[in-house]
């Protein structure tokens, strides 16, 4: 069983930056696909960026990309995800998420099997 752990969300202003970190236990982290989803008060979770097991590949949704990046260290155990130019509607919970399948990456919440508590970003305009 895997254990998520996200850090380093809080209040910023439009334009600024913010780091969040996941960190994983009690399970190969190197060999999951890890990604971060985000769900604003009443709307759906939506997937923001995922990175394969050894950091080679990533993918963005469109409306991070150019902004986000995902990273991940394998030997610590910790999958990041620094956040530029925010904007008001990047206000959410950010979840981490890890998936012990056989794909590259994952777009998709089914796709997962470990999810993190959340952790609060909120831009302010």
């Known amino acids: 069983q895997v254990q998520l752990v996200e850090s380093g969300g809080g209040l910023v202003q439009a334009g600024g930056s913010l780091r969040l970190s996941c960190a994983a236990s009690?399970?190969?982290?190197?060999?999951?696909?890890m990604g971060w989803f985000r769900q604003a008060p009443g709307k759906e979770r939506e997937f923001v960026a995922t990175?394969?097991?050894?950091?080679?590949?990533?993918y963005y949704a469109d409306s991070v990309k150019g902004r986000f990046t995902i990273s991940r260290d394998n030997k610590n155990d910790t999958v990041d995800l620094q956040m530029n130019s925010l904007k008001p509607e990047d206000t959410a919970v950010y979840y981490c998420?890890?998936?012990?399948?056989?794909?590259?990456?994952?777009?998709?919440?089914?796709?997962?099997?470990?999810w993190g508590q959340g952790t609060q970003v909120t831009v302010s305009s």
């Open positions: 009690g399970g190969t982290f190197v060999t999951y696909v």
């Open positions: 998420a890890a998936d012990d399948g056989h794909s590259l990456i994952a777009t998709t919440k089914g796709e997962y099997d470990y």
């Open positions: 990175v394969s097991w050894r950091g080679g590949t990533t």
